[in-house]
DNA sequence: CAATAGATCATCT
DNA sequence: GATGATCTATTGC
């Protein structure tokens, strides 16, 4: 074991059920590890129970959203666009629905066998932030799919944990990438400046002169 | 570099 | 029957 993972712990329960913005913002830097592969997590986004209409979850509980509505620190796994699937969290307390989507990860172990999920086995990868920098190439690369959802974070094959940093992060809050409802929210966390996000948090602008 | 098309199916109306 | 918390390849400037 490298001392990498050694220094980490694994988030407890009770991390999950706080406010679904807490759990979001603060999972930044923290480890996702599903066997052999981990990545530190950069990018997050909340999904809300009140006002948020881009939620998977807004019209109540369903066969699909029903993790949702669990007890917290359960992972959400959905399949999208007849091919895709993603890793959510699930947040708030038991009851209380909420989720955050993981949308982008830095490699830290395991990098030969994500890129074999991701590519195959050809030779050569397209660039290294491209193995994770997405939702659905997160999961994946970690090997995570809808046989995950319901499964706990705090023990098993799939957890989270907490890495101590030794300089605080810079986060950046901005709008939710790819939704099509509450667009204007600020809900998505990114690490300012990490190369490993999905898409730089610079807003666009007429004149890209100007950033 | 930006914009767009196509892939492809579970989920809910 | 329409849509989607996406990704990749391709086309166009």
């Given at each position: 074991m490298s001392k990498l993972l050694a220094a980490t712990r694994?988030?407890?329960?009770?991390?999950?059920?706080?406010?679904?913005?807490?759990?979001?913002?603060?999972?930044?830097?923290?480890v996702?590890r599903?066997g052999e592969t981990s990545g530190m997590?950069?990018?997050?986004?909340?999904?809300?129970?009140?006002?948020?209409?881009?939620?998977?979850?807004?019209?109540?509980?369903?066969?699909?959203?029903?993790?949702?509505?669990?007890?917290?620190?359960?992972?959400?796994?959905?399949?999208?666009?007849?091919?895709?699937?993603?890793?959510?969290?699930?947040?708030?307390?038991?009851?209380?629905?909420?989720?955050?989507?993981?949308?982008?990860?830095e490699p830290l172990t395991g990098l030969a066998k994500?890129?074999?999920?991701?590519?195959?086995?050809?030779?050569?990868?397209?660039?290294?932030?491209?193995?994770?920098?997405?939702?659905?190439?997160?999961?994946?690369?970690?090997?995570?799919?809808?046989?995950?959802?319901?499964?706990?974070?705090?023990?098993?094959?799939?957890?989270?944990r907490?890495w101590?940093?030794?300089?605080?992060?810079?986060?950046?809050?901005?709008?939710?990438?790819?939704?099509?409802?509450?667009?204007?929210?600020?809900?998505?966390?990114?690490?300012?400046?990490?190369?490993?996000?999905?898409?730089?948090?610079?807003?666009?602008?007429?004149?890209?002169?100007?950033?």
């Amino acid at each position: 074991m490298s001392k990498l993972l050694a220094a980490t712990r694994i988030l407890p329960r009770r991390f999950y059920g706080a406010e679904t913005t807490t759990v979001a913002r603060s999972l930044i830097g923290c480890v996702l590890r599903h066997g052999e592969t981990s990545g530190m997590i950069v990018e997050t986004e909340a999904y809300l129970r009140d006002g948020d209409r881009a939620s998977h979850f807004w019209r109540g509980i369903t066969p699909r959203t029903k993790v949702i509505f669990g007890p917290p620190g359960h992972a959400y796994v959905y399949f999208v666009y007849g091919m895709h699937e993603c890793f959510n969290v699930v947040t708030e307390p038991d009851g209380v629905p909420g989720a955050v989507l993981i949308r982008a990860i830095e490699p830290l172990t395991g990098l030969a066998k994500m890129a074999t999920r991701r590519y195959g086995s050809r030779d050569g990868i397209p660039s290294l932030h491209a193995l994770t920098n997405g939702p659905a190439k997160l999961a994946e690369a970690l090997a995570i799919t809808r046989a995950h959802n319901g499964c706990r974070l705090d023990q098993g094959a799939l957890t989270i944990r907490q890495w101590r940093s030794s300089e605080p992060i810079e986060i950046d809050i901005t709008t939710r990438i790819g939704v099509s409802h509450s667009e204007d929210l600020p809900l998505r966390y990114v690490w300012k400046l990490n190369p490993f996000v999905s898409r730089q948090a610079i807003h666009r602008s007429a004149d890209p002169s100007l950033f």
